[in-house]
């Protein structure tokens, strides 16, 4: 009896630590996202609730919007390639997306080719469709082409299966859903559309007041120390042809400082930036898409 008692205790005491060893690895696989995760509550504006923070296509797109209208300007033509850089940095930031590593020769941003740091799911739909298609494709694609296929500008008819559709109606609806937009019906004499005016105009200024804020008041005269979040955000509105509208508001002189350093951001060279401590290249590899 003493025996049989003694090797079921050595079987649950074995049996225990198998749990407790599985348990570790299931902690240590999930140390990263829960970190990326960690991160992404702690670069959002302590005032904003759960449901009202942005992603960095939703914010770029914000931006974009009138907010009487509920539409982005009709001579704007960046605003579809700058959305889909901004999934590929908002990926990049959750710690989904990374860039192949450089090699012994340091190829460059653009020739490296993005793969799939982790599959799981983001919670977003658009992010969740891109995220698939770059873990789904063989070989893997460049930062360039990705943007390219996402937006659909390719000659090649076998993928244009990649191309991401009603990106900025999407992107609208999420926003209805969070509060900040409302859809209506507007004639246009030849044909109506749906629009999206503001109705939380709080969250827009929140956003309008931290970007002008990060040139301004909270100005580091640093890039690498930067949060590489609203970093990433005024680099993708300017490719996106939407951060001016977060100057207008400025006074003269605050509006002629605040571009004088958003310039000074523009001028970096993201390959030197990219090779910092703490870079993100693959953010710096869109940037560097978009200014080649």
């Not at 970096?268 to 080649?292: D, G």
Request: proline share 3%; glycine share 6%; net charge negative.
């Amino acid at each position: 009896m003493n025996s049989l008692t003694q090797r079921t205790s050595g079987l649950v005491q074995r049996r225990t630590e198998a749990i407790r060893s599985a348990a570790d690895k299931e902690r240590e696989s999930g140390g990263e996202e829960e970190e990326a995760r960690r991160g992404e509550e702690e670069e959002d504006d302590k005032g904003d609730s759960k449901e009202t923070r942005l992603t960095l296509m939703e914010e770029v797109l914000l931006l974009g919007l009138k907010d009487r209208e509920g539409y982005t300007s009709f001579w704007n033509d960046c605003i579809s390639s700058g959305l889909r850089g901004c999934m590929l940095v908002e990926l990049a930031l959750r710690g989904r997306l990374q860039l192949e590593a450089c090699g012994v020769r340091r190829r460059s941003l653009l020739s490296r080719k993005v793969i799939c740091k982790s599959d799981a799911p983001t919670g977003d739909v658009l992010l969740d469709e891109a995220l698939k298609h770059v873990k789904e494709t063989q070989p893997p694609e460049t930062v360039q082409s990705w943007i390219e296929l996402l937006s659909g500008e390719t000659w090649n008819p076998l993928k244009l299966h990649y191309q991401l559709r009603n990106v900025r109606e999407r992107l609208a609806k999420n926003l209805v859903e969070k509060g900040v937009l409302t859809t209506e019906k507007q004639n246009f004499l030849l044909f109506d559309m749906t629009t999206h005016p503001l109705t939380n105009s709080s969250i827009k200024q929140r956003l309008v007041k931290k970007v002008q804020e990060s040139v301004l008041e909270k100005w580091v005269n640093d890039p690498n120390r930067m949060d590489k979040r609203i970093l990433a955000l005024i680099l993708l509105a300017h490719s996106s042809d939407v951060l001016e509208n977060a100057f207008a508001p400025l006074q003269d002189d605050q509006y002629d400082l605040g571009m004088k350093r958003v310039h000074t951001l523009l001028e970096l060279e993201p390959e030197k930036e990219s090779a910092k401590p703490n870079a993100n290249e693959l953010m710096w590899a869109v940037v560097a898409a978009f200014t080649k």
